[in-house]
C-alpha cells in the first residue's frame, strides 16, 4: 500500500488529496502545524497527523526519515496577502521550506515530489500563458513559486529528484477560505446562493478568468504522480478546468437556484487584479505527455460545488461563516 506525505494536507486542496488517495486505497499522513479541522472529520480517523513545522529542518527530515514515504505532495505555501506584507517570512516559508523538502526528498530517496505551483509565476497582463511563457511575476508570491520551480529541476539535473510540479489557476470549490480577489467569482458567489443571501461581485459581467475545481486538482496531483517518468517532457505543467466569465458563472448559478440574488458592482483595483491574471492556462502539453483531462467543466462545478454545501453543510460552516 503507498505511503504518502501530504505537507500542509489539513488545507482546502490538501483535505480533497486526501480524500482522493484514501479512495485509492493508500496510506496518508499529514505534515502540518495545526491540528485536525472540523471539516475533516470524515478522514481524520484514517489519516496519520504528524505536527510540525516546515522550516524546521530537523523537524521535517526526522519526519521524512521515519515514514519513507513513497511520495510527498508539497501543497503548503505563504500566500497573498500575507505573502504580500511579509517579504522575507514568504521568503522564508515558501522558498526555504521548499529547500528542506527538496534535500530531505534527497537525503532519504523519496520516489516522486509533487509540487503545487500557480499562474502567478507569469508575467502579469498575459491572457493566454503556456508551459513556454514568460514568468516575470510582480507578486511575492508569484516570485517564491518561479524560484521553486527552478529549484526542482536543479535537483532533478544534479541528484535525480523526481520532482514534478502542477501550474494552478484560482481553485474553487466548498470550503475553500481566504481573501483573494478570485473568490469573490469563483467561491463566495455560489455559498451566497446557497444561503440565499444577496451578493454582490466586485468584478465586471464580462470579468474573464480560468479556474480549476478542487475535485480536478486532486486528480491532476495523483495523476502526474503516476504519470510514467519517460512520457514526461517538462517538470512543470499548466492544468486547468475551464475558462469562463464573471457572467457565465452567474448564469449557471441561477441554472441550479433560480431566487438567488447575486449582482455586480465593479471595484476598479480588484477588476484591474483579475484582468491582469492569465484568463487561460494552455495545458495541452499535459494532455499531451501524461494524458490529463479536467473532469469538471463550468456547469459540473458550480452543481457539484452546490451538491456539497447541501449534502456536507457541517463540513463546509465554518468556511462559509467566514464568507
Known amino acids: 500500500m503507498s505511503e504518502n506525505l501530504l505537507i500542509g494536507g489539513f488545507g482546502f486542496i490538501g483535505c480533497q488529496l486526501a480524500r482522493e488517495l484514501l479512495g485509492r486505497g493508500e496510506k496518508v499522513t499529514v505534515f502540518a502545524r495545526s491540528t485536525a479541522p472540523p471539516g475533516v472529520a470524515d478522514i481524520a480517523q484514517h489519516v496519520r497527523h504528524i505536527r510540525g513545522d516546515l522550516t524546521n529542518w530537523p523537524q521535517f527530515a526526522e519526519a521524512v526519515l521515519s515514514l519513507h514515504p513513497q511520495t510527498v505532495f508539497h501543497l503548503s505555501a505563504m500566500q497573498p496577502p500575507s505573502s504580500e506584507e511579509q517579504l522575507y517570512q514568504a521568503y522564508r516559508v515558501n522558498v526555504g521550506g521548499t529547500i528542506n523538502v527538496l534535500e530531505a526528498v534527497r537525503l532519504v530517496g523519496v520516489s516522486c515530489l509533487v509540487f503545487i505551483s500557480s499562474l502567478a509565476t507569469y508575467t502579469p497582463g498575459t491572457p493566454v500563458v503556456d508551459d513556454d511563457s514568460r514568468q516575470r511575476p510582480r507578486s511575492m508570491y508569484g516570485n517564491t513559486k518561479v524560484c521553486c520551480e527552478r529549484l526542482g529541476e536543479q535537483y532533478n539535473r544534479r541528484y535525480g529528484v523526481n520532482f514534478r510540479a502542477l501550474r494552478f489557476p484560482p481553485v474553487m470549490g466548498a470550503g475553500r477560505a481566504g481573501e483573494a480577489p478570485s473568490l469573490s467569482v469563483t467561491c463566495r458567489a455560489i455559498e451566497a446562493a446557497v444561503r440565499l443571501s444577496p451578493y454582490t461581485m466586485n468584478v465586471k459581467p464580462e470579468t474573464e478568468l480560468a479556474a480549476l475545481y478542487v475535485k480536478d486538482a486532486a486528480r491532476a496531483l495523483v495523476t502526474i504522480r503516476d504519470a510514467p517518468e519517460n512520457s514526461l517532457r ?90
Open 234 to 323: 517538462r517538470r512543470a505543467y499548466n492544468v486547468q478546468s475551464f475558462s469562463t466569465s464573471a457572467g457565465n458563472i452567474v448564469r449557471a448559478i441561477n441554472k441550479h437556484i433560480p431566487e438567488a440574488r447575486l449582482g455586480f458592482s465593479p471595484d476598479e483595483k480588484i477588476v484591474n487584479f483579475m484582468n491582469n491574471l492569465p484568463q487561460r492556462l494552455d495545458d495541452s502539453a499535459a494532455h499531451a505527455d501524461w494524458g490529463w483531462h479536467a473532469s469538471y467543466d463550468l456547469e459540473g462545478t458550480v452543481a457539484d460545488f452546490i451538491a456539497e454545501l447541501r449534502t456536507h453543510p457541517e463540513r463546509y460552516a465554518q468556511a462559509s461563516e467566514g464568507t
